[in-house]
């Protein structure tokens, strides 16, 4: 419980010390007395930045603890079983065709690859988590295949485009869209976590949780969808962001052990923390001029999570 308790304590921390750093210096009295430009800057462009940073990194933190325990497999992310590439042809094609709303088009992609892949693993009643993965890689790569194809085909403006949405990125979105988000998201990884001692029993085994009294099957089906939905509803917003999925997890693995009690609400807060934390990076390292922010997952996750390995002897994972 003292591991949850900091974790909120990280989570707050972030949270409050974000909004106030940026490539120009603002003022917090100015900005509550509405004074412009500090306020529009404050409330128009940093808090809802922010505001979609933590639910993204929440979602997908929590998105990787949940995959990785339906495959049994410690290298599995949110992106592994190809929700995600589905939002990207999606988004691909919006950009290609002109459509301005190019997260509908992803949210429709990562809504049909998730039919897809659910259809092919079903093995009657059951969900195979073997099939599941198998099935998950071939789309990955029918779908890079094809945004390759569609990349080569396009135009100069439209090729930078299709680049920078890929990259992943956390832009200023409006309170609404934040709402719908939040909506989408949170109610569902509170679901996930709520049930945290059957992830435990399905971890050990599919066979070994039945004997105790699960229903292995819905609840890996009841897994696979949770977690494409919410990476469906992240990645149409900011677009394929690695590592967050998999070096949280594991970082908290490492120190925490396999137990989902302690894991999964860990990893809902310092995921939010690690994303927002990092996309604060991408806006001041180089300000004014902006990283994407999966740049600074992969360069600042890396080598921490290289570090805590070399930190640590043998690792706790239990599967």
Not at 78 to 96: D, K, N, Q
Not at 202 to 222: C, S
Not at 296 to 318: D, H, K, M, Q, Y
Request: with cysteine; aromatic share 10%; glycine share 10%.
């Amino acid at each position: 419980m003292k591991a949850v308790v900091w974790s909120v304590v990280v989570f707050v921390v972030v949270a409050a010390i974000a909004p106030v750093l940026g490539s120009t210096h603002i003022g917090i009295g100015r900005a509550l007395a509405g004074v412009s430009p500090d306020h529009e800057i404050l409330f128009d462009v940093r808090i809802p930045r922010v505001l979609l940073s933590l639910i993204a990194g929440a979602a997908l933190a929590v998105t990787g603890v949940l995959f990785q325990c339906l495959l049994r497999d410690p290298l599995a992310e949110p992106y592994t079983l190809g929700v995600s590439s589905g939002g990207s042809v999606g988004a691909v094609l919006g950009i290609c065709f002109g459509f301005r709303a190019v997260g509908l088009m992803s949210l429709a992609g990562a809504a049909f690859v998730l039919l897809v892949v659910l259809g092919i693993a079903m093995e009657g009643r059951k969900l195979s988590s073997f099939t599941l993965l198998l099935a998950g890689v071939t789309m990955n790569s029918i779908a890079f295949a094809v945004i390759l194809f569609l990349h080569n085909l396009v135009s100069f403006s439209q090729s930078f485009a299709i680049s920078r949405w890929l990259m992943g990125g956390i832009e200023a979105v409006e309170y609404p869209t934040l709402a719908w988000l939040a909506v989408g998201i949170i109610p569902v990884c509170a679901l996930i976590i709520s049930r945290a001692r059957e992830w435990n029993l399905l971890a050990v085994g599919e066979d070994w949780a039945i004997t105790r009294g699960v229903p292995a099957g819905a609840l890996m089906i009841l897994g696979y969808v949770a977690g494409s939905w919410m990476v469906g509803w992240t990645t149409s917003l900011t677009g394929p962001i690695g590592f967050v999925g998999l070096i949280v997890p594991h970082a908290l693995r490492l120190k925490l052990g396999a137990d989902h009690r302690m894991l999964l609400p860990c990893s809902f807060f310092l995921g939010a923390a690690f994303l927002c934390l990092c996309d604060t990076i991408s806006r001041v390292a180089l300000a004014p001029t902006e990283i994407p922010v999966g740049v600074i997952t992969a360069l600042c996750g890396g080598p921490f999570f290289i570090w805590l390995l070399r930190t640590r002897r043998r690792s706790v994972w239990l599967l």
